[in-house]
């Protein structure tokens, strides 16, 4: 059954591996090479906490507009934890998301706190709406009571949540953040929003677009918003959606303004802290192409693996990035960490 599944991984290529961990399957999580959000992977077993650990978790967030806005998560605090792994979701996620999970497994194996953070509005609060550089609600975590007795501080972040994490890393900052990891992460804005917005990219554009859109409608619920709710339920691209909903909320003169100031692209080489970037070479929502370019005048202290085998936030089990520990993703990212302390 392994080599089957193999053989279909080599078919669809990131396709499959991006697709696979939000399809139901059949076989018990123990006989997949694939993370499964539901089940402890086999390095996992054993853990202290994990999920079941989680305690809702809120703070707040002063903005310029609006005062003080409500964001929440989940945290996983392992008695005498010295240590916090911040993770940061992609666009159109949440806390929730499947493939914030190992995340959590991870730091439980290595004796971490975890918190998984909602950007404002992702649950469906309906406070506000966030943007791809509004490090405001990282900063606001991490200054949080509940953040406060951890010596080390950490932040993952997958998709846009990289990118995010990315920013954050070229700014000033807790002294207590030893490093940063982006996985999948678009760097240009621009490039990024122009292969979502392909014809072929419709399934995963229609799919990030609902959860969005949803989002908003909760927004207007309680308060006013830029565009009518009418006119957003009609956005079928993401340089349509940052034209209705970004541009006028922050203030940006056009979506063209916001991708060149938003982007971390030009920040790669002002990065103050270590950080780390995996990306997919066949990840078919932030192709490599786009990616590739702003790596040119990246710092020192960035760190790039890319992975042959893999998706969009969606890999093989086994990862290896050259690093101690068990293959597995998180694991070896959670390891080049803890060299980073």
């Given at each position: 059954m392994s080599a089957r599944l193999d053989a279909i991984a080599s078919l669809f290529g990131g396709h499959y591996?991006?697709?696979?961990?939000?399809?139901?399957?059949?076989?018990?999580?123990?006989?997949?090479?694939?993370?499964?959000?539901?089940s402890a992977?086999?390095?996992?077993?054993?853990?202290?906490?994990?999920?079941?650990t989680a305690q809702p978790w809120s703070g707040y967030v002063k903005d310029a507009q609006l005062g003080r806005v409500l964001i929440t998560g989940q945290l996983h605090a392992p008695i005498g934890a010295e240590s916090l792994l911040l993770t940061v979701h992609g666009l159109g996620g949440n806390s929730e998301s499947p493939y914030l999970a190992a995340s959590v497994w991870a730091a439980a194996r290595s004796g971490w706190a975890c918190l998984r953070l909602n950007m404002r509005g992702a649950e469906g609060s309906g406070e506000d709406f966030y943007h791809a550089a509004l490090t405001a609600d990282l900063h606001a975590a991490l200054a949080s009571p509940e953040a406060a007795r951890f010596s080390n501080i950490y932040v993952l972040g997958y998709s846009l949540g990289g990118h995010l994490a990315l920013c954050f890393a070229a700014e000033a900052h807790d002294a207590r953040v030893r490093a940063v990891a982006a996985v999948c992460a678009p760097l240009d804005l621009s490039r990024s929003a122009a292969a979502i917005d392909?014809?072929?990219?419709?399934?995963?554009?229609?799919?990030?677009?609902?959860?969005?859109?949803?989002?908003?409608?909760?927004?207007?619920?309680?308060?006013?918003?830029?565009?009518?709710?009418?006119?957003?339920?009609?956005?079928?691209?993401?340089r349509e959606w940052d034209a209705c909903t970004v541009?006028?909320?922050?203030?940006?003169?056009?979506?063209?303004?916001?991708?060149?100031?938003?982007?971390?692209?030009?920040?790669?080489s002002a990065l103050r802290v270590p950080a780390l970037l995996v990306n997919a070479t066949h990840d078919p929502m932030v192709p490599a192409h786009t990616v590739r370019p702003a790596l040119t005048h990246a710092a020192p202290n960035l760190d790039?693996?890319?992975?042959?085998?893999?998706?969009?936030?969606?890999?093989?089990?086994?990862?290896?990035?050259?690093?101690?520990?068990?293959?597995?993703?998180?694991?070896?990212?959670?390891s080049w960490f803890s060299k980073r302390a």
């Open positions: 591996w991006t697709v696979r961990p939000f399809v139901p399957f059949p076989l018990a999580a123990s006989r997949s090479r694939v993370w499964h959000a539901t992977p086999a390095w996992a077993r054993g853990a202290p906490g994990g999920l079941a392909r014809p072929m990219s419709l399934p995963y554009r229609h799919h990030v677009l609902q959860r969005l859109k949803q989002s908003y409608a909760a927004v207007a619920r309680r308060q006013p918003v830029p565009t009518a709710v009418e006119r957003v339920q009609r956005v079928r691209s993401l541009v006028p909320r922050y203030g940006f003169q056009s979506t063209a303004d916001y991708h060149a100031r938003a982007s971390v692209a030009g920040r790669l790039v693996r890319w992975l042959n085998k893999g998706g969009h936030v969606g890999f093989p089990s086994d990862v290896d990035l050259g690093e101690s520990g068990p293959r597995a993703l998180e694991m070896q990212i959670l």
